[in-house]
Each structure stands twice: as C-alpha cells, then as structure tokens.
C-alpha cells in the first residue's frame, strides 16, 4: 500500500519537472517584452501620462498586458506565473505607476470651502474654551 503513493507522488513530480524544462525562459522573456510590452507601451501613450494613475482608464490596457503575457505562456508550454512574469510586471509598474496612490486616485487637499471649517472650528472653539476658563477663574478669586 506505501508504494503506491510514493508511485503517484514520482508520477506528478516527474510531470512538473518534465513541463517546467519544457519552457524556454529566454524565448518567453523576449516574446513578452517584444510583443506585449510594446502594445502596452503604444496603449499607454495613447492613455497620457497625466491618466495612468487614473485605473479607469489603464485597465483595460492592463488586463490586455496580463492576457498576452498568459497567452504566450501557454503557446510556449510554460507555467502562468512565473518568476518571469513577476519581474515583468514588477518593471512596468515601476516604469508607469510608480507615482500612483493605492487607491489609484491623485490625492490631493479638498476645496476651501470644506477645508476652512475643518481648520477654523477647532481653533476657535479652544480660544472661546481658554477664555471661559480665565473669566471663571477671575470671578471665583474674590468669593472665598
């Protein structure tokens, strides 16, 4: 009974070692950079570099750079991801969304109108505070 499971366990790491050499990484790596990034590359100058932060605009050019990179992959016989397409997309993110906020939205201070009060309030309320408490403490010093 314990050969049989060691049988299938050599069984399916032969098939991944097998499968795992048959991927030409220096075949994939120049395909993806040639063929997909470029695309992306013209994709991305089409958007405008004031609109790449903006994941409205750049995801369908995204998922269009995601399903190159899976499709050609899976021409050459290799796994999807790897360790290749992890470099890859780090660069183009360090290339395009470097600057970009995680919520994929510039930030930046709100109108005056909505800031001011925000401002004005607290400061006022704590001068109006410090002022009850010195005219509270002037009026109690003569009552004893």
């Known amino acids: 009974m314990a050969l049989l499971p060691r049988r299938f366990l050599c069984f399916v790491l032969a098939h991944h070692f097998i499968a ?3 991927c030409q990484e220096a075949d ?3 395909m993806i950079r040639h063929y997909c990034l470029k695309q992306f590359q013209l994709s991305m100058e089409d958007i405008g570099q004031r609109l790449w932060c903006d994941w409205e605009e ?3 050019t995204y998922g269009e750079l ?3 990179t899976a499709l050609i992959a899976e021409r050459l016989d290799c796994y999807w991801p790897n360790r290749l397409v992890d470099e890859f997309f780090v660069a ?3 290339q ?3 600057n970009c906020s995680p919520s994929g939205r510039a930030l930046h201070d709100p109108p005056n109108g909505v800031l001011c009060p925000f401002i004005l309030l607290p400061v006022l309320v704590t001068l109006l505070m410090t002022a009850l408490v010195v005219w509270r ?6 009552i004893v």
């Open 28 to 30: 994939y790596g120049w």
């Open 58 to 60: 750049t995801v369908g």
């Open 96 to 98: 395009y969304f470097r």
């Open 66 to 68: 995601t399903n190159c």
């Open 137 to 142: 403490s002037k009026r109690s010093e003569g």
């Open 92 to 94: 183009v993110h360090k």
């Open 20 to 22: 795992a050499t048959a």
